[in-house]
Nanobody, 125 residues
Framework: QVQLVESGGRMVQAGDSLRLSCVAS????????VGWFRQPPGKEREFVAA????????YYSDSVKGRFTISKDNTKSTVMLQMNSLKPEDTAVYFC??????????????????WGQGTQVTVSS
């Protein structure tokens, strides 16, 4: 059973950068797609970014495109989410997920097989 643990979340100011990490134990990310999701306070969980196992294609939500970058290090079983130009509306609990979703479900939480417990990111104005 693959377990995922996120880290790197903290309170920052608007305009700052932050890098989140997600480490897999009991397996590696080599054979999985990986996604980042977030849940803002009082709102539904939403898709942030995904990294496809085949071809290394990446996908982003419109709200983070151009500011966030997802990358994967298969040798370290680690996935990173580099977040630049942070805004107060980026405040959320961020989760990583791993699995083999069909392409049409790559932006869907339920399309994945493994999920982390989340790390809190707070952006103050």
């Amino acid at each position: 059973q693959v377990q995922l643990v996120e880290s790197g979340g903290r309170m920052v100011q608007a305009g700052d950068s932050l890098r989140l990490s997600c480490v897999a134990s009991g397996g590696t990310f080599k054979d999985y797609d990986v996604g980042w999701f977030r849940q803002p306070p009082g709102k539904e969980r939403e898709f942030v970014a995904a990294h496809r196992r085949s071809g290394g294609y990446t996908y982003y939500s419109d709200s983070v495109k151009g500011r966030f970058t997802i990358s994967k290090d298969n040798t370290k079983s680690t996935v990173m989410l580099q977040m630049n130009s942070l805004k107060p509306e980026d405040t959320a609990v961020y989760f990583c997920a791993g699995g083999v979703p069909i392409l049409s479900a790559i932006r869907t939480w339920g399309g994945y097989r493994f999920w982390g417990q989340g790390t809190q990111v707070t952006v103050s104005s």
